[in-house]
């Protein structure tokens, strides 16, 4: 059994070996740890090696103890509040994710939340989607939602809304996202969550505005709460000023972080 010093050698070793490329010479640990995130974005799902989630696991929980921010004590206004935090950082019951496939994004070196959250969460996370999706094959389609447990994440839940790409913002796709953001209520309420967030700042491959889909989002979770009286509270996050400067305007939503 080779031996390693260093765990991020032990963890490129096992990857490069899976799909029996090279490692390069002379790497720094910041190189070596963008390899393994390249890797892990590509990776197809099937066999986990043990070693290789056990020395994951070991850096990611560590990680997300030093970063994470708890929102269990949060007081909200009216069901919303506002934060500019990492939403991969936010320890909460559930975190929503748009998505467009069912396994995630698998193209390295796209700052997008799929490869995040699967980056911070771990490769199980990417797994139970695959799983997911082989029990589920031909149910599952745009403006529906599922749920993976969060893994090394802060969150307790990943909740991935499944979205098309929009070409043009009519009532045929605002259906597609209020029916997707209707599913993953529903998915709260049976796993009787109270407290989840949703990113507002919206991945550009989706082609909508996110003044537009903030709006599609408090409309849809603000007449879900008021149609089944459940007690529920909704944590918006945004990544810039525009955004933030837009929910605070338009509706009165607090920053809390």
């Not at 995130?37 to 103890?65: A, W």
């Not at 695959?130 to 599952?140: A, H, L």
């Not at 929009?166 to 259906?175: F, R």
């Amino acid at each position: 059994m080779k031996k390693f010093d260093n765990p991020l050698d032990e963890m490129l070793y096992i990857l490069s070996k899976e799909c029996e490329q090279p490692i390069p010479n002379n790497l720094t640990d910041y190189d070596k740890r963008y390899l393994i995130n390249m890797l892990m974005v590509i990776r197809t799902p099937g066999y986990l090696d043990e070693r290789f989630l056990e020395l994951q696991d070991e850096i990611l929980k560590k990680e997300s103890n030093e970063k994470c921010y708890d929102f269990s004590l949060v007081k909200f206004k009216k069901h919303f509040a506002l934060t500019r935090r990492d939403i991969t950082d936010l320890k909460i019951d559930a975190i929503c994710c748009e998505t467009m496939s069912i396994v995630g994004n698998m193209i390295p070196n796209i700052k997008c939340l799929d490869n995040q959250i699967l980056l911070k969460g771990g490769l199980q996370i990417r797994e139970e989607c695959n799983k997911f999706n082989d029990e589920n094959k031909f149910i599952v389609k745009y403006g529906s939602a599922f749920c993976v447990s969060g893994y090394n994440l802060p969150a307790n839940n990943v909740i991935k809304l499944i979205l098309p790409h929009i070409d043009l913002c009519n009532q045929y796709y605002i259906d597609k996202i209020s029916n997707a953001i209707v599913s993953a209520l529903d998915i709260i309420r049976a796993k009787k969550i109270n407290k989840f967030a949703i990113n507002i700042s919206i991945d550009k491959r989706f082609n909508i505005s996110n003044e537009i889909y903030s709006y599609i989002v408090v409309f849809v979770v603000s007449k879900y709460i008021k149609e089944h009286k459940y007690k529920l509270n909704c944590l918006l996050v945004v990544d810039n000023d525009e955004d933030e400067n837009m929910l605070k305007s338009k509706y009165k939503i607090k920053n809390v972080f």
